[in-house]
C-alpha cells in the first residue's frame, strides 16, 4: 500500500478512537495490513500536522488561509514583547516551526 493510503488511514483511526501512543497506531495498522514502523508513523504524524491534545493523537484543525498555525490572538506584552494566543493544540506545531526558521 502507499503512503498516501497509510495516511489517510492514520487520520480515519486517530478521528474515530483515541489513540495515546504510536505504538498502539502502528498495531492498528498492522491490522488493517500496513506494513509500518515506528519511524514511519512519527513522520507521517508530523506531516499531516497531527497533534497531541489532552494526551490523545488529534486531526489539526482546518484554519481560514494565511493562518496556518490556529493563531486566535497577537497581543503586546511590552516594547519587545508578544503573547500569541492559538488554537487548542497548535502550539506546539508552531514552536517547533519557528525553532527551525532561526
Do not use: C, W
Not at 497531527?50 to 481560514?64: E, F, M
Amino acid at each position: 500500500m502507499h503512503k498516501s493510503d497509510r495516511q489517510h488511514k492514520i487520520l480515519s483511526v486517530i478521528a474515530a478512537k483515541p489513540i495515546a501512543r504510536q505504538d498502539e497506531l502502528a498495531k492498528l495498522l498492522r491490522k488493517n495490513g500496513f506494513s509500518v514502523t515506528q519511524a514511519s508513523i512519527s513522520r507521517d504524524l508530523d506531516e499531516l500536522g497531527v497533534v497531541k491534545l489532552d494526551g490523545v493523537y488529534s486531526q489539526p484543525q482546518v484554519n481560514p488561509p494565511g493562518n496556518r498555525f490556529g493563531i486566535r490572538e497577537i497581543v503586546p506584552a511590552g516594547d519587545t514583547l508578544i503573547v500569541a494566543k492559538f488554537e487548542p493544540g497548535m502550539a506546539s506545531a508552531a514552536a517547533v516551526r519557528m525553532d527551525a526558521a532561526r
